[in-house]
């Protein structure tokens, strides 16, 4: 499998409801982000969460990251329909390269 | 906020043809990146630059491509004889001195479509 790889690929849960993302990952890492992308759009940043760090908090999203497994979960609370978009992880292990995963969708209904 | 600004938006171009896709990274930014993303398809590293050198490129970023900085500010993304499997949006990002792992900033994209 690829680097990087989150599930669910798809996720629709109703206004309201918490979504919760997952990401594996291959290598060692210094450290593991999150970037959101609205259909057509650029990247926009979310949360870094460092190799030495279990978890992150930043408003309505928590991070974790589990380096014994080589995983990384994003949690939304209270989701709102503004929130409908990919979300991505990507891992930056040494070098200069940050590798993505596929991504996953998610539909916030409203 | 400064953010990371890119030209153009969107470009058409004939397969064959060369283009150059510009971006302009946050002043005090010292590491730039390029990367594209196919249609529905993840994101990919194209390449990484640093202190006027590449630093790292992935096995996508051949012969074809070629990357500079020719002034203080603009980064840009050379692509010779464009090919149809090159459409993609090409984003560009950069990150902050001194902490090359940090957040990386992104542009808004531009959109290459090869015809």
């Known amino acids: 499998s690829q680097q990087g790889e989150e599930d669910p690929q798809a996720l629709s849960i109703q206004e309201g409801e918490n979504a919760t993302m997952n990401c594996s990952y291959k290598?060692?890492?210094?450290?593991l982000q999150w970037y959101r992308q609205n259909s057509g759009r650029g990247l926009v940043h979310l949360i870094l969460?460092?190799?030495?760090?279990r978890e992150k908090h930043s408003g309505r999203l928590r991070v974790t990251l589990d380096t014994s497994k080589k995983s990384s979960s994003l949690l939304i609370t209270a989701s709102r329909a503004a929130d409908t978009a990919s979300y991505f992880c990507a891992n930056e292990g040494g070098g200069f390269k940050t590798i993505f995963g596929a991504g996953t969708r998610l539909f916030v209904k409203a | 906020e400064p953010e990371v600004t890119q030209t153009p938006s969107h470009q058409v171009t004939q397969m064959g043809q060369e283009v150059i896709l510009r971006c302009v990274p946050i002043s005090n930014h010292l590491y730039f990146y390029w990367y594209r993303q196919i249609l529905g398809q993840k994101v990919e590293f194209l390449v990484s630059?640093?202190?006027?050198?590449?630093?790292?490129k992935s096995e996508i970023f051949d012969d074809q491509f070629s990357v500079e900085r020719p002034d203080g500010s603009n980064f840009t993304l050379k692509i010779r004889s464009t090919k149809l499997e090159d459409s993609a949006m090409y984003f560009c990002?950069?990150?902050?001195?001194?902490?090359?792992?940090?957040?990386?900033?992104f542009g808004p994209g531009t959109r290459l479509t090869v015809l």
């Open positions: 969460i460092r190799s030495n760090e």
């Open positions: 290598t060692s890492i210094n450290n």
């Open positions: 990002a950069s990150s902050p001195p001194g902490q090359r792992t940090d957040t990386q900033y």
């Open positions: 630059f640093y202190n006027n050198e590449i630093s790292e």
